[in-house]
DNA sequence: CGTATTTGACCAGCGC
DNA sequence: GCGCTGGTCAAATACG
């Protein structure tokens, strides 16, 4: 799975030292990034700012998830492409929100319950009795899992699977209605972690890839620990590559504040030469906010335009709106 | 041979 | 109640 090692940015060497006080993706992704904060950081837009994302579950969940799959998780042709920065968006819900919207299911908290259920009897596996008195067990009280944080990425990469410095096994996959892209499931490698993640690439706009965290990890990020602070999440997400941040439940709304917060390195980071002809995410991000700005990228803010179908369309939509007044 | 991925089946939730 | 859909499991398979 470490094979794709893509990760245009890791060149950034970003956050290789990132020397702030904003958290890194990887912070974010192990949990030094408090959720509060994001949560924190979703009042503050929600108090100050406009609403520029109307709940997932306007939608009908199928579409949402319709709009973005993804292929090939492990791996496949690792893109490492510095000159094409991946751009990525992130967006976060908690675990309280993610229920009461009622959001969708492409980020759903469901996954939770889910996974709780007893599940499959299936072939040759003990699992019959088991079922039963699992069964038994659920019939009793369904009491709901606790939700966990969930934070997505919207990035844009021609990598399916971006490499966050994490150790992931994919244990499922699925196809995407109304999309030619497959979902994949996958799971930190870590014992006792529980974080997943879900991958998917909008059909619309092939290259853009969604990447949904579900919870925090409960341990030191595998490449951080190997030294390796390229592999730093960030730095493969890399801030060069944001597009856009939304959250992922109803109740959450977007902001500026929010958005800084995943955004921060190009305030503190110096930028390869390359970088100005390709803007990092601060830029893209700007131009997300202020569309008139930044020509050249409006590029990608019109692909982000295009009427997708699921999760994809509703982030765009809510900068969209966010954009224009 | 151990580990990771693929893939079909299963299950719960939701809408009708 | 039924069918659809998303999410998960685990046997089978692939890969090193």
């Known amino acids: 799975m470490p094979k794709s090692t893509n990760d245009p940015q890791t060149l950034n060497g970003f956050e290789s030292d990132h020397p702030n006080p904003f958290m890194s993706f990887t912070d974010c992704l192990h949990g030094s990034l408090d959720y509060n904060t994001l949560s924190k950081a979703f009042d503050m837009s929600c108090s100050s700012s406009e ?44 675990n309280e929100a993610a229920g009461a919207a009622g959001d969708d299911q492409v980020l759903d908290d469901d996954s939770d319950h889910k996974s709780m259920k007893n599940k499959q009897p299936k072939l040759g596996s003990d699992g019959d009795h088991e079922d039963k008195s699992k069964k038994g067990s659920k019939a009793k009280k369904k009491e709901k899992p606790q939700r966990e944080p969930r934070f997505a990425f919207l990035t844009k990469s021609e990598v399916d699977h971006l490499e966050d410095g994490y150790r992931w096994r994919k244990y499922g996959q699925k196809a995407v209605k109304n999309s030619p892209y497959p979902r994949s499931y996958y799971r930190c490698t870590t014992q006792k972690c529980i ?25 030191q990020c595998p490449a951080t620990l190997r030294g390796n602070l390229n592999l730093n999440a960030v730095g493969m997400l890399s ?25 921060p390195v190009n305030n503190q980071v110096e930028l390869p030469n390359h970088y100005h002809d390709h803007p990092p995410s601060s830029m893209l991000y700007s131009n997300l906010m202020n569309p008139h700005r930044h020509h050249h990228h409006q590029q990608q803010q019109q692909q982000l335009h295009a009427p997708d179908y699921g999760l994809l369309q509703d982030l765009v939509h809510s900068f969209s709106h966010k954009q224009e007044p």
Do not use: C, M, W
């Open 51 to 94: 609403v520029i994302s109307p709940p997932l579950d306007h939608d009908n969940n199928s579409n949402k998830a319709a709009g973005v799959g993804d292929h090939s998780v492990g791996t496949t042709s690792t893109t490492e492409n510095p000159s094409t920065p991946n751009y990525s968006s992130i967006s976060s819900s908690s």
């Open 195 to 219: 974080v997943k993640k879900r991958v998917e690439r909008s059909f619309q706009d092939p290259s853009i890839v969604i990447t949904t965290y579900e919870g925090q990890h409960n341990h």
């Open 239 to 263: 801030p060069n590559s944001l597009l856009a941040a939304a959250p992922l439940n109803g109740s959450a709304r977007y902001s500026h504040e929010f958005l800084a917060q995943f955004l």
